[in-house]
C-alpha cells in the first residue's frame, strides 16, 4: 500500500539551482519541503532564502519523506555518499536530475528499488545556493528513463511532482535519452568551446588579436555561449556520455566538413541550398 | 579645396538595416540625405517611414551630395550597375557597408578615386525597408580599410559620419579585416550551419528525431541562431571571403579535433583544462 506523494514531506538532496528551484515551487503549492545540504554555512543561507521548511546537514531529515528528489552533480549521482543511500527511505519514491541518463540508472538501480532517473531541463547558467528561483521548470521538457521494472507509483509520483511545477513530461528510454542530449547538448558545448579557441588562436596566427576581438559581434557571443560555461559541467557531460558524445561529434565532423568541401570547391547554389535548409530547420528546434 | 561633408547632402544607395538606419540617425542630426533605391515600391515605402528627405530611384538624386554610402548587398557591391557608377558625383567620398573588404577595395579602386572601403558592424538579423531603426550604430565598430593612396579628407568624413552616429572608428589593412571577420563571423555561420545538421542528421541516426527537438534547450537555440540565419548572405560571405573562410575553418578543425582527441583519451583534467581557458578567454570577446 502506497502513500500518494503529496501526503508525506519531499526530500531535496542539495539546493543548487535546480534543488534550490523546487524547494521554492513546491512550498508555494502548500507542500512539506525537507533539504539536505552538504555544508552548514549552505544551510544557513538556504535557510535565509526559505528554500526549504527544513533544512539540515544530517541525512536523517530526509525520514518520512514520501519521495526524494536528488538535486547533485552528476559525479556525486554516480559515487554517492554511503551514508545518504542509507537515510533514503526504503518505502519513498527516489528520482535525480543529473543530465545522463543510464550510468545513473545502472548504478541506482542496485541502491534503491524505487529509483526513477530523470531529467528536468531548465537553465544552467547559474549554479549554488543563490541560484535558485521560482518558475525556473514552467514549460521546460522534464524526461523520465523507466525500465520494464518501473514501479508506476513511482512513475505517477515522478510525473505529478514534474507536473505540479510546470513541466513538461516525457519518457523514452535512457539510452535515447544520452543520444539526444549528446547531439542537442552536450556535443554543441565542444563545438561552441573550439570556436572560441580558434578566434584566439586564429587571431594570433595573422597577429590581428585586438581586431578580432573589437570586432566579435552578438553572432560570436550567442554561438560562444555554451563553450564558455562552467568547465566542470562540460567535463562531467563528456566523461559520463562519452560514447553519444563521441558518436554525435563524428556526425557533426562529417556535415562540417560537407559545408568546407562546398566552399572549397566554389558550389555556391549548393551551399545556399544547404543553408536554406538549416534556416528551415531550425524553427523544428525552438 | 573641399567641402566639409557636413554642408551638403548625404546620399545613401539602398534603405535596408543598414541603409535606413543611417538615414534615421543622420536626419536625427539636422543632416539632408537622398537615398537612391531600386524599386518604386521601395521608395514608396521608404518615404512612408521618413528614411531619407528625398528618395528615388533615379541615380541622379545623388548629384550634389558630399559622401555617398553605398548600403547594397556584397554582390551587388562587387559588381555595381553602370548607371549607379556614372552618377555619383567626383568629388564626392564614397563608402560602403560592405562585410568583405579587399574584393571590394580592389572592385572600386578602378571606379572612383574617393572611394574608401568601410564596414560598420551591426546587426544583421532583420532586412529591407522596414528594418532601419534609430541607434543601430550606438557603440559598435566602424571599421575602415584604407591604404597608403586613400585620400586623408575621405577619411575624415567617413569617420566623422561613423562618429556621428555613435560608431567605434577602427582602421586597419583590408586584409586584417577580412581574416578577423573570416574568423569571428563568417566561418562561425558554417559551425553553427553544421549543428543544426548534425542534430537533425543524428537524430534521424538514433531514431530520436522528435526527441531531439523536444530537449533542444536555449544553449542549441543560441548556438544556432547564425546558422539558421539568412542564407544568401551566408553564400556571399563564404564566396566573397573564401581564402580567409577556408584558413578559418581548418583552424578550426584543428580545435575540435584536439578536444575530441581529449573526450576519445579520456583526459579528463585537460579537457577541464581546455574548458578553464575557454570560459576565461570568452570576455575578451563580448
Known amino acids: 500500500m502506497t502513500t500518494h506523494w503529496r501526503e508525506r514531506p519531499i526530500g531535496i538532496v542539495g539546493l543548487g539551482l535546480i534543488g534550490g528551484s523546487l524547494g521554492l515551487d513546491l512550498q508555494a503549492q502548500g507542500l512539506e519541503v525537507r533539504a539536505l545540504v552538504?555544508?552548514?554555512?549552505?544551510?544557513?543561507?538556504?535557510?535565509?532564502?526559505?528554500?526549504?521548511?527544513?533544512?539540515?546537514?544530517?541525512?536523517?531529515?530526509?525520514?518520512?519523506?514520501?519521495?526524494?528528489?536528488?538535486?547533485?552533480?552528476?559525479?556525486?549521482?554516480?559515487?554517492?555518499?554511503?551514508?545518504?543511500?542509507?537515510?533514503?527511505?526504503?518505502?519513498?519514491?527516489?528520482?535525480?536530475?543529473?543530465?545522463?541518463?543510464?550510468?545513473?540508472?545502472?548504478?541506482?538501480d542496485k541502491l534503491h528499488r524505487r529509483f526513477l532517473p530523470s531529467h528536468p531541463m531548465a537553465g544552467t547558467a547559474q549554479a549554488g545556493v543563490e541560484a535558485g528561483l521560482t518558475g525556473l521548470f514552467q514549460g521546460r521538457p522534464w524526461v523520465a528513463t523507466p525500465t520494464a521494472g518501473t514501479d508506476s507509483d513511482a512513475l505517477a509520483s515522478v510525473r505529478g511532482l514534474a507536473e505540479a511545477v510546470g513541466a513538461h513530461w516525457l519518457e523514452c528510454p535512457a539510452a535515447a535519452h544520452d543520444q539526444a542530449v549528446g547531439l542537442i547538448s552536450h556535443m554543441p558545448v565542444l563545438v561552441s568551446a573550439a570556436l572560441l579557441q580558434s578566434a584566439d588562436q586564429g587571431g594570433s596566427a595573422v597577429q590581428a588579436e585586438s581586431?578580432?576581438?573589437?570586432?566579435?559581434?552578438?553572432?560570436?557571443?550567442?554561438?560562444t555561449r555554451i563553450g564558455g560555461g562552467n568547465p566542470e559541467l562540460g567535463t562531467l557531460m563528456a566523461r559520463t556520455n562519452r560514447t553519444a558524445v563521441l558518436a554525435a561529434l563524428e556526425?557533426?565532423?562529417?556535415?562540417?566538413?560537407?559545408?568546407?568541401?562546398?566552399?572549397?570547391?566554389?558550389?555556391?547554389?549548393?551551399?545556399?541550398?544547404?543553408?536554406?535548409?538549416?534556416?528551415?530547420?531550425?524553427?523544428?528546434?525552438?
Chains 1, 2 share one sequence.
Not at 212 to 222: M, W
Not at 252 to 260: D, N
Not at 261 to 280: D, I, R, T
Request: glycine share 4%; charged share 25%; net charge negative.
Open 38 to 108: 552538504h555544508r552548514v554555512s549552505t544551510a544557513e543561507r538556504a535557510r535565509e532564502r526559505g528554500l526549504a521548511q527544513r533544512i539540515e546537514t544530517d541525512p536523517s531529515v530526509l525520514k518520512d519523506c514520501s519521495l526524494v528528489i536528488l538535486a547533485l552533480p552528476l559525479d556525486r549521482l554516480l559515487d554517492p555518499h554511503p551514508d545518504l543511500v542509507a537515510a533514503l527511505p526504503q518505502d519513498a519514491v527516489i528520482t535525480d536530475v543529473g543530465s545522463v541518463k543510464q550510468p545513473i540508472q545502472e548504478r541506482w
Open 211 to 223: 581586431l578580432v576581438r573589437a570586432l566579435a559581434s552578438s553572432g560570436f557571443a550567442d554561438t
Open 251 to 286: 556526425q557533426y565532423q562529417r556535415q562540417l566538413g560537407a559545408l568546407k568541401g562546398l566552399v572549397e570547391g566554389e558550389q555556391w547554389e549548393a551551399l545556399q541550398q544547404q543553408l536554406s535548409q538549416c534556416q528551415a530547420l531550425r524553427p523544428d528546434f525552438l
